[in-house]
Every structure is written in C-alpha cells, then in structure tokens.
C-alpha cells in the first residue's frame, strides 16, 4: 500500500514564504508524475503544479514566477515552494502521485492535505 504525507502547510503573512512537502512511502513503485493541487472553501480542486519523472514541470498561470515544483527522486519526495504569497492563496493543498506499482498498473494516489493560510 502507498502512502502519500505532505507536510509544510500553516499561518503565514501576505509576501510571505512556505515549503511544502510530500514523501511516497509503501509499496514498491516507481513515479509517474507527482503534483500539488489545492482547494479553498467553497471551491473546486484546482492544479497548482505538477512535476514528471523526468523533471518536465507544469503551473497554473496563478502561481508562476511565485511557486517552483521540485522532487528528490531518491527520496520519493515532491516540494512546493511558494514565494510572495497572496490571501488568494489560502486553501487546502493536496499532494497527488501517479505511480506505476510492482504489479505493471499505474495508480492515483493522494495524501491527506495541509492547510495553508495567507493573511493580509
């Protein structure tokens, strides 16, 4: 079984900065793609940014030139910085992986979620 865990998320001031994390644990796998997605209150998931095996990466037009998508491959681990934070960011942020698993299919797996708050 996979396990995604994000962490990084809390309370932070419009201008301000946070990393977020997410470890993929479990089961014997190899990544696809991984990605961060958010959701505010009221609002439909939407995709931040997404980041494939081979390092190709993707934002939404909202976050470029603020928020850069990173992986350490060798410890299955994605990161989401997010610079210059705006109040419109504040929202739920879910950490998603499209892992290929022992067993030759390709699965979607997301981890629980980390609230992160921008105040102005």
């Known amino acids: 079984q996979v396990q995604l865990v994000e962490s990084g998320g809390g309370l932070v001031q419009a201008g301000g900065s946070l990393r977020l994390s997410c470890a993929a644990s479990g089961s014997t796998f190899s990544i696809s793609s991984m990605g961060w997605y958010r959701q505010a209150p009221g609002k439909q998931r939407e995709l931040v940014a997404t980041?494939?095996?081979?390092?190709?990466?993707n934002y939404a037009d909202s976050v470029k030139g603020r928020f850069t998508i990173s992986s350490d491959n060798a410890k299955n681990t994605v990161y989401l910085q997010m610079n210059s934070l705006k109040p419109e960011d504040t929202a739920v942020y879910y950490c998603?992986?499209?892992?290929?698993?022992?067993?030759?299919?390709?699965?979607?797996?997301w981890g629980q979620g980390t609230q992160v708050t921008v105040s102005s």
């Open positions: 980041i494939s095996s081979g390092g190709s990466t």
């Open positions: 998603k992986g499209i892992l290929r698993l022992s067993d030759g299919f390709t699965r979607h797996y």
